[in-house]
């Protein structure tokens, strides 16, 4: 075999280690029942939970517990998943930027007694994805000389 050959193959092998081994550290999607099953099996993974923000009818957030003056790191939030189950999520950081805008909620980590504990909160805030953003005066400008 040449040189080349065999370098190639030793790099095809590397590559395929490293998916196999990040394959393996891919939590899953799941819903706060099958989040607490799992925990009760003792599997300590952390898992992907999907839900919307618990909100009164004037649009505010319900069940939301943050006093950075008494401890910054400790926000607590309900969410309810994607079966219409709600839950207490305990985050210990600070509460994170525009949540309170936040249209969906992704939270990481596991169950922990009566409670999920999130290690990871992702947001999805309606206004980074409308169609309709403000145009600025320079832009006004340019479209108007065209």
């Not at 190639?8 to 989040?35: E, K, P």
């Not at 599997?43 to 910054?72: R, W």
């Not at 509460?95 to 922990?112: A, C, L, N």
């Not at 953003?133 to 479209?143: I, S």
């Amino acid at each position: 075999m040449k040189k080349t050959h065999i370098i190639g193959i030793i790099i095809i092998a590397i590559a395929i280690g490293i998916i196999i081994s990040t394959a393996g550290d891919a939590s899953s999607y799941v819903t706060f029942t099958q989040a607490a099953e799992m925990a009760q099996s003792g599997e300590k993974d952390g898992v992907h939970v999907v839900g919307k923000l618990t909100k009164d009818a004037s649009g505010q957030i319900t069940n939301m517990v943050y006093q950075p003056q008494i401890d910054p790191n400790r926000f607590e939030f309900t969410l309810v998943d994607n079966e219409n189950h709600t839950q207490k999520v305990v985050y210990n950081a600070p509460k994170p930027q525009d949540f309170d805008r936040s249209e969906q909620v992704v939270v990481i980590g596991s169950m922990d007694g009566d409670h999920f504990r999130a290690d990871k909160i992702l947001l999805k805030c309606p206004s980074k994805y409308q169609e309709n953003k403000l145009e600025t005066k320079e832009y006004e400008a340019k479209k108007a000389t065209i």
